[in-house]
C-alpha cells in the first residue's frame, strides 16, 4: 500500500508539471477570445479528448472494481482516493497493479495508458467500449484477445507504444527524444491533445495582426487551409463543378499528417509538412483490396484521393465541421447539398425503401469497415457498387457485405434492373489491372502501363500502377519509370522508385539520379536508398566526384531518418542492409545485432544475420543466431524457414523438415513456403503428403508457373493424365507462346485420351 501511495505522489507531481507547461505554450486562453464558438465545438470533438490526463472525470470507462478475464487471471480495474489502476498480468505472469496514466481516444472505445518504464509509455490491452447499452457498449474487453509476448501488438511491444505509433497525432507538437543508449524516451509535446496549433501552426504571427499589426499578411497564416469552394452544381453531362472558381488550399494535406497511413521520417516541422516528413502510401495489397476499397486502416487519405470528389476540389471541410469533426448535416443532406435531392435520395435510385438500410447514400458509396472490434470506419473513395468486379476480381462490393446471403451475380442482375443504363456495369476498372498484377498473370505490364499514363486516373491510382511494375521490369516499365521521374506529382516520383529496383544499378542509376535532389525528403533518401550500389562500382561505371557527393548527402539524409526511427528492429535493419551493399559486413554484423537488441521479436534481423553469415561460410553461426529468435518468437515462420534452408545446406534434411512443417503451418497463406514444403516432402520420398502441399500452394496462388509445372510433372510420376493435363492447361495460359509447354499440352491430351 505504501508503495501504491508513493507512485501516486510521484505522477500526480509529474501531471502538475506537465500541465503548467502545456497551458503556457498552448495558445487556447488567446483563441478563445476570438474563436469562441471554434472552441466549444472543438470541446466536443474527438481532437479533444485524443488523449488525456487519466482523472475520474476524464475516463469513461467503469473503474468500480470491476474485473474481466485475461489469460487465465482476472484483471482488475479499480480507484483509490483520486487514482485509477488496472491490475493485470505481468510478463511473468505475475498479477501487478498499474496506475493508469493517460486516456487515449474517446469513442467508440477509449483505451489507457502506462509507464513501462524509461519513459515508455504502453497502452493497456483492455478497451472501454464506450458505445451505448443497446449498442452493445458499457463494457469492458482485450481489445487484442490473439496477441502473445512476441506479437507486434502485444500490450508490451513497440506496435502499442504510444512514443512510436501514437503520440505524434494524438498530441501536439510532440518531440519523441528517444535515447539508444539507454533505450529510453524523454518525449515530449506542447499540448496533450489535438489543439489548434496542431492545425494553424504558429500562431504568434497571427496574434500579431488581431492585435492590429498591419504589416502581417494572410492575418498571420503562411498556409490557407480552408476549403477550396462552398458548393459544387450537377452540369448537363453529370459532372460537379464548383459555382466558383477554386481556392488554392492545404486543407487536405493538413489532415492527411493525420489521417493517413504513413511513415513518419522526422519530428514534424509544422502542419503543413505531410509528403515532406512523411511517406504516404500507395494502394499496396497489405491495405487496400485491388479495386482501391479498403482493407486495413487506410485513415482515409489513401481513399478520398481515388475520389472523384476530390479531384474536383472537394475538401474536409465541405461535409465536416473542421472544429467539432462532425457532419455539417444530417443523413443524405450531407451530400444532397451539392447533388440533386430529386434525383439521388429516391427508391429508383437507390433501390431501397427511404428511411431503411440502403437508402443512406453512405451505404452504399462509403460502405464501412469494424476495425479494433467495434470501430466501424468508412471508405472516403465515394465509389459506385461493383459487383461485377467481384466476378472479375474478387474484391468486396456493397451489396454483397450486406446482402451476405446473395450472390455477386444476384447483385449484379439487381442493379441492372435499377439502372438499366449504367455507365458503370461493364466498363473498364483498374482493379482489373492490379489483380492481374498481384496474380502474375502474363498481360499485367501491359494493362499497368495504361494506367500510369492515363491522365483521367487520380494519382494515387497511377502510382499505385507503377509501384506494381516492380514484378515485370520490361521495355514498358522503363518508359513508364522514366516519365514519372520528371513527373510534377511526388506519388508517381515515389513510386518510380519500387517500380525500378528490379533493373541493374546502372540502369537504375540513369533513371532516378535526378530524384536525389527532390524537394521531398522520403523521395531523395529512397532514391539514395536504391542508388547506394553505384558507390562501390568500378571504373568506368562508377560515379564521379559531385555525383558521389550528391549520393552521399542524400544517403546521410536516409541514415537520419532511420536513427529517427532507432527504437524500432527495422531501422537497424536497413542500415544493415545499406552496409551488406556497401560491402561493409562488420558494420551490417553490427546494425543486425543492434536490431535484436532493440528489438527482439524483430524476425528479420535473425535472418538477414544468418544470411550474413552464410555468405562468409559460416553455417553454424546462422544456424545459431536463428535458434536464438526461436527463443524469443517460437512461431516465426520466416525464421523457421531460414532454419529449415540453412539445415538442408548442412544436409541435415530430416531436421529442415521439421522447420519446414512448421513455417508452412505459422505462414499458412505463404506460397513459396508450401512449396518448399512440398519438394522437400517430395526429395524425402512422402509423395502423398509432397501433393497435398503442393495443392495448398496452388490454391494460394494458382497462377505461379512453378507450381502449376510441378503439380503436372507430379500427376504425370502417378499416371493420372487427367489432373496433369489441367495444371498443363494453367500453364500454357501463363506462359502463351511457349513452344514446349504447348508440346506438353498435346503430349498429355493424347495420354488422356488412350486413357
Known sequence: MVNIKRIYSVIRLAWLLCSFFAFNAFAEPQCINCHQSQVEDWQTSHHFHAMEKATPTSVLGNFNEQTLNYQGQQARFYQQDQQLFISMPNLDGKLTDYPVLYTFGYEPLQQYMFDMGKGHIQLFPFAWDSRSKTDGGQRWFVLHPEQKKHDLFHWSQKGQNWNHMCADCHSTDFKKQFDLKTNSFDSSYSSINVSCKACHGDTQAHLKWADGDSSITDKGFTHNIKKQTPLFSQQADGRMQSVQPLVKSDQVQV????????????????????????????????????????????????????????????????????????????????????????????????????????????????????????????????????????????????CNSCHEDKTPQWAVAKMKDWHPNSKHLGTAHFSEAFYAADNRLPNASTMLTKIVQDKNFPEIIRASALSRLAASPDNNAVVAIARSVKDSEPLKRQAAIEAAMPLDINQRWRLLNPLLEDEHLPIRTEAARALSAMLIQPFPAGLNVQDSKRLNAALDEYKGIQQYQAERGYSHTNLGNLALTLQE?????????????????????????????????????????????????????????????????????????????????????????????????????????????????????????????????????????????????????????????????KQLEMMNSIN
Not at 497511413?261 to 516541422?269: P, T
Not at 536463428?626 to 517460437?634: A, C, F, P, R, Y
Request: hydrophobic share 35%.
Open 255 to 398: 489532415c492527411a499528417t493525420c489521417h493517413a497511413r504513413r511513415s513518419q521520417l522526422d519530428d514534424r516541422k509544422d502542419p503543413h509538412s505531410f509528403l515532406q516528413s512523411f511517406q504516404g502510401s500507395l494502394l499496396t495489397p497489405e491495405l487496400y483490396h485491388v479495386d482501391g476499397q479498403v482493407w486495413d486502416e487506410d485513415y482515409v487519405w489513401g481513399s478520398f484521393l481515388q475520389s472523384k470528389m476530390f479531384n474536383a476540389g472537394v475538401t474536409c471541410s465541405n461535409c465536416h465541421n473542421p472544429h467539432s469533426g462532425k457532419l455539417k448535416l444530417p443523413g443524405n443532406q450531407t451530400c444532397t447539398q451539392c447533388h440533386s435531392q430529386e434525383m439521388f435520395d429516391t427508391p429508383q435510385h437507390h433501390g431501397h425503401k427511404m428511411a431503411s438500410m440502403g437508402s443512406q447514400c453512405v451505404d452504399c458509396h462509403m460502405p464501412a469497415t469494424t476495425y479494433m472490434q467495434v470501430d466501424a470506419r468508412r471508405d472516403h473513395s465515394f465509389r459506385v457498387p461493383r459487383p461485377d468486379l467481384t466476378l472479375k476480381t474478387n474484391a468486396p462490393n456493397a
Open 585 to 745: 559486413p562488420e558494420q551490417a554484423k553490427a546494425h543486425y545485432l543492434q536490431a535484436i537488441s532493440i528489438e527482439p521479436i524483430f524476425a528479420p534481423a535473425y535472418v538477414n544475420l544468418a544470411d550474413l553469415y552464410r555468405n562468409q561460410g559460416d553455417e553454424k553461426a546462422a544456424q545459431k543466431i536463428l535458434k536464438q529468435g526461436l527463443t524469443v518468437n517460437k512461431e516465426s515462420a520466416d525464421i523457421h524457414y531460414a532454419l529449415a534452408m540453412s539445415l538442408i545446406r548442412s544436409k541435415q534434411k530430416d531436421i529442415a523438415l521439421t522447420h519446414l512443417k512448421k513455417a508452412a503451418q505459422f505462414a499458412e497463406d505463404n506460397a513459396s513456403y508450401q512449396y518448399t514444403y512440398a519438394l522437400l516432402l517430395q526429395d524425402l520420398g512422402n509423395m502423398p503428403a509432397a501433393i497435398s502441399a503442393l495443392e495448398r500452394a496452388f490454391n494460394l496462388t494458382p497462377n505461379n508457373p512453378d507450381i502449376n509445372y510441378s503439380l503436372a510433372q507430379w500427376y504425370v510420376a502417378e499416371e493420372n493424365y487427367s489432373q496433369a493435363l489441367f495444371y498443363a492447361r494453367n500453364l500454357a495460359r501463363l506462359v502463351p507462346g511457349n513452344q514446349q509447354v504447348q508440346q506438353f499440352v
